[in-house]
């Protein structure tokens, strides 16, 4: 028996798939949006994530593939935002060696690489960034197909901040023989870190004897 359309069931699957159609489309819009972030945007956010949480003193990885002196892996070492130490390690093309620290860029310069080729407008500008920190960890760029040598392609891992640590002493008399019988050392937020009196042991407690050139600096604490 041929039995008539119901036409209920064929309104209630007409709206359905409306709503799926129209899911489908926001998908793709915020897709479309998220892929069409211009690179200068995403950099600069990266940027400020490091200059907010980063710090001028820190140790990385940097593993880049170019023209180099030193090609691979090399550990370096940044203080007061400068590189001062370089360490090949293995895996490297002078596996053991310490290169010129000069040689190689701090994370600050590695951005201003990326914001020169994101100005370039690139042909191809893959770039992954540490989510925590902000610096890049990840970098694919190619500035030009017509230029050879010009791509920046490395990786940086491992990278740890160093925490400043600010040393403040209060001596116990004056002249020649005179101690500090009490330290504190706080960190770069000014947050007491420890204390010789709560916990850094008895020998620093007791007293750390200073000679008479150090003993000068105390004078004026004294009233001497």
Sequence with gaps: MNKGIDMTSLSSLWTSGRHVVAGLVATAVLASCSESLAPEA???????????????????????????????????????????????????????????????????????????????????????????????????????EQIADEELLFEVRDLVLHERLEVRARPTGCGRGATLDHIEIENQEGDLVADSEHGLGGEVGAGIAIGEDASRSCRSTCGT
């Design 42 to 144: 995403e950099l600069e956010i990266a940027a400020a994530r490091w200059a907010e949480r980063g710090g001028p003193d820190y140790e990385f990885v940097l593993d880049r593939t170019c023209e180099c002196l030193v090609v691979g892996p090399v550990r370096l070492t940044v203080q007061d935002g400068d590189v001062h130490g370089a360490e090949a390690l293995e895996g490297s093309s002078a596996p053991g060696t310490h290169p010129d620290p000069e040689q190689f860029p701090t994370i600050d310069e590695l951005f201003a690489q990326l914001r020169a080729a994101a100005a370039a407008g690139p042909v191809r500008f893959e770039v992954a960034f540490d989510h925590t920190l902000g610096h890049p960890v990840s970098v694919d760029v190619d500035i030009s």
